[in-house]
């Protein structure tokens, strides 16, 4: 087993488990993996996985019970929510100027980033995790979009949102944590 594929499957594991236990039981893990390791390199590389394939679904029930995903999930969606509804309104707004349709898009374009960075504040407001949940979303939802409904927006925008639209939450993230540090 190379050290990297080791070391990511440590990190996956220590992500899974609750703090206060993590560095204990990943280093009973590794202590045990060290001594079949000089045993029988092959036979340690197969006990290994097999602990870590059995450890998973336990760990991930844990992790669901204690419901810290459950929490980062509903900051996410809630703040996507309202990201659209300002979305929503800068839109309305910017249908109703005189102006040609390639600025309007444009336009609808900044309102949906602006939708975005704010909802990526909120969600880092109420939970760090949340603003990058927030950015997955987005892309898997303008991904489906642009799969589904081709025609919808020019090649422009929908290339352009695809890029801009996940990091924006990002951007509204790092505006969340530039304003807690100033404080």
């Known amino acids: 087993m190379s ?8 990190r996956i594991l220590a992500r899974l488990m609750p703090d206060a236990r993590s560095e204990a039981l990943v280093g009973d893990l590794i202590e045990e993996y060290q001594l079949r390791l000089h045993a029988a390199p ?5 006990w290994y996985w097999k602990q870590l394939a059995a450890s998973i679904p336990s ?3 844990a992790s669901a019970r204690r419901g810290s995903w459950l929490t980062t999930v509903a900051a996410a969606v809630v703040s996507y929510v309202a990201g659209g509804a300002l979305e929503f309104v800068l839109t309305a ?14 336009l609808t374009l900044l309102a949906g980033v602006a ?3 704010a909802g990526g504040y909120l969600a880092a407001s109420i939970r760090l995790e949340a603003a990058r949940v927030l950015a997955l979303l987005v892309l898997v939802a303008t991904c489906v979009l642009m799969a589904t409904i081709p025609g919808s927006a020019p090649l422009w925008y929908q290339r352009a ?20 540090t100033a404080l």
């Open 3 to 10: 050290p990297a594929t080791f070391m990511r499957s440590q």
């Open 42 to 46: 092959d036979a340690a590389a197969r």
């Open 59 to 61: 760990l991930i029930w």
């Open 93 to 106: 707004v910017v249908m109703a100027m005189p102006a040609s349709m390639f600025v309007r898009t444009l």
């Open 115 to 117: 939708g975005l960075v």
């Open 161 to 180: 949102f695809l890029v801009l639209g996940p990091l924006s939450p990002i951007a509204g993230a790092a505006l969340s944590a530039a304003r807690n």
